[in-house]
Protein backbone atom coordinates (compact mmCIF):
# COMPACT_ATOMS: atom_id res chain seq x y z
CA UNK A 1 0.00 0.00 0.00
CA UNK A 2 2.81 2.52 1.35
CA UNK A 3 4.53 1.76 -2.60
CA UNK A 4 1.90 2.88 -4.24
CA UNK A 5 1.55 6.67 -2.69
CA UNK A 6 4.20 9.01 -4.42
CA UNK A 7 6.70 9.91 -2.74
CA UNK A 8 5.86 13.61 -3.85
CA UNK A 9 2.83 15.60 -3.66
CA UNK A 10 1.22 16.05 -6.87
CA UNK A 11 -0.68 18.82 -5.36
CA UNK A 12 -0.25 22.55 -6.41
CA UNK A 13 -0.23 23.48 -3.01
CA UNK A 14 1.95 20.16 -1.47
CA UNK A 15 -0.58 18.76 0.40
CA UNK A 16 1.15 15.20 1.87
CA UNK A 17 -0.50 12.29 -0.27
CA UNK A 18 -1.25 10.20 2.85
CA UNK A 19 -3.68 12.65 4.29
CA UNK A 20 -5.79 11.54 2.19
CA UNK A 21 -8.89 9.06 3.01
CA UNK A 22 -8.39 6.75 0.11
CA UNK A 23 -4.64 5.49 2.02
CA UNK A 24 -6.67 4.79 5.20
CA UNK A 25 -9.35 3.13 3.50
CA UNK A 26 -7.48 0.75 1.59
CA UNK A 27 -4.74 -0.20 4.10
CA UNK A 28 -8.03 -0.79 6.83
CA UNK A 29 -9.50 -2.77 3.82
CA UNK A 30 -6.28 -5.12 3.29
CA UNK A 31 -6.01 -5.33 6.77
CA UNK A 32 -9.71 -6.96 6.78
CA UNK A 33 -8.64 -9.13 4.28
CA UNK A 34 -9.76 -7.56 1.39
CA UNK A 35 -8.36 -7.17 -2.27
CA UNK A 36 -7.91 -3.69 -3.55
CA UNK A 37 -9.21 -4.31 -6.78
CA UNK A 38 -12.50 -5.64 -5.61
CA UNK A 39 -12.88 -2.02 -4.32
CA UNK A 40 -14.70 0.75 -6.32
CA UNK A 41 -14.03 3.61 -4.83
CA UNK A 42 -16.62 7.32 -4.68
CA UNK A 43 -15.00 9.94 -3.18
CA UNK A 44 -17.00 12.43 -0.42
CA UNK A 45 -16.01 15.18 1.07
CA UNK A 46 -16.77 15.69 4.99
CA UNK A 47 -20.30 17.24 4.14
CA UNK A 48 -21.09 13.72 2.35
CA UNK A 49 -20.58 15.40 -0.91
CA UNK A 50 -19.52 13.50 -4.12
CA UNK A 51 -16.50 14.92 -5.53
CA UNK A 52 -13.64 14.20 -7.90
CA UNK A 53 -10.34 12.52 -6.30
CA UNK A 54 -7.73 14.93 -6.04
CA UNK A 55 -3.85 14.78 -8.00
CA UNK A 56 -2.79 12.64 -5.16
CA UNK A 57 -4.95 10.31 -5.22
CA UNK A 58 -5.11 10.13 -9.16
CA UNK A 59 -1.33 9.49 -9.47
CA UNK A 60 -1.97 6.09 -7.29
CA UNK A 61 -5.51 4.81 -6.79
CA UNK A 62 -6.11 3.97 -10.72
CA UNK A 63 -4.53 0.91 -11.40
CA UNK A 64 -3.89 -0.21 -7.87
CA UNK A 65 -7.93 -0.32 -6.87
CA UNK A 66 -11.06 -0.90 -8.36
CA UNK A 67 -12.97 1.84 -10.49
CA UNK A 68 -12.61 5.07 -9.64
CA UNK A 69 -16.88 5.92 -9.71
CA UNK A 70 -16.66 10.26 -9.34
CA UNK A 71 -13.63 10.54 -11.24
Request: charged share 30%.
Amino acid sequence: MVDAIPEESQHEQGRPANVCGEPRMFTNAIKDGADPKNIDLVTINTKGDKFKMRDNCKTWVPGFGGEVLTG
